[in-house]
């Protein structure tokens, strides 16, 4: 081997490093504070799937809406309707638990926050991560990853049912609190789904020459807007959906009962 040849595949080398990294600052700060954020959401989840009290006219609680069985109250039903009739006794919201729960979990933005604090790979950037090998999301399960489009039509579908659910409420005669909340919560939500970067290829994905599509182009930087805050959205959302269930669960069970709630 020559001496430049040698100099060469030393160079392709990934340089060896013993410490895990060299970053000095807070780069776990980050990670840490998702994984509580996410951990948080996930046990008020399961909490508030299985609790009863999701219903108080004229509020429904975002986890258990919509509200499609037999088993729901007459006024929670969405349009009245049972369409899941007298068979299904589990509580509501495990019936369409999935749509929400799929399209944050396949989202572009909460992948990257997971995979760093839930399974460290990699923790931050210039960290190195504890496994061995990476095969990205080339494979099963991960490769399963790629259905994120499809859950962002269902998530759209989540989102305007829950803009109904609060202007149902608002245009109760009195509006309560809880009908503002539901509205901010649903507004919260319609922003993070449609700045989805599915969003953003659906409406303009594949145009080369925008000039020739004015509409799409408009919608498309409308997207883009909301695109370039997702992360924003993401926890502004998440927070919210919380807030405001946990809102009607509390005006439901009687905790919260001063005039207006
Ligand atoms: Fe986050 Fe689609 S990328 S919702």
């Excluded at 037999?70 to 006024?75: D, H, I, K, L």
């Excluded at 919201?93 to 995979?115: E, M, N, Q, S």
């Amino acid at each position: 081997m020559t001496q430049t040849t040698a100099e060469s595949a030393a160079r392709k080398q990934r340089a060896q490093i013993r410490v895990r990294t060299l970053r000095t600052d807070r780069w776990w700060l980050a990670p840490a504070f998702t994984f509580a954020g996410l951990l948080l959401f996930l046990i008020y989840g399961f909490w508030a799937i299985f609790d009863k009290s999701y219903f108080v006219d004229p509020y429904i609680a975002p986890f258990s809406s919509p509200c499609l069985a037999t088993s729901c109250p007459e006024g929670a039903r969405l349009f009245g309707l049972a369409p899941f009739g007298d068979w299904y006794t589990l509580p509501p919201g495990i019936l369409i638990l999935g749509l929400p729960g799929g399209f944050r979990l396949t989202c572009y933005y909460y992948r990257k926050a997971y995979y760093r604090s839930f399974w460290l790979s990699p923790p931050a950037c210039a960290v190195a991560e504890p496994h061995g090998k990476y095969t990205g999301e080339t494979r099963l399960p991960l490769i399963l990853q790629n259905i994120h489009r499809y859950f962002f039509y269902l998530a759209i579908v989540i989102g305007l049912i829950l803009t109904y659910d609060a202007v149902l409420a608002l245009v109760h005669k009195p509006a309560g609190l809880g009908s503002w909340i539901l509205l901010v919560n649903a507004a919260l939500i319609l922003c993070y789904t449609f700045g989805c970067h599915s969003c953003r290829h659906i409406t303009a994905g594949r145009l080369t020459h925008f000039s020739r599509h004015p509409l799409r182009y408009k919608a498309w930087t409308l997207v883009s807007k909301l695109n370039a805050r997702h992360q924003q959205f993401a926890w502004a959302s998440l927070f919210s959906v919380m807030i405001a269930d946990l809102y009607v669960r509390l005006v439901a069970m009687g905790v919260i009962n001063f005039p207006f709630a």
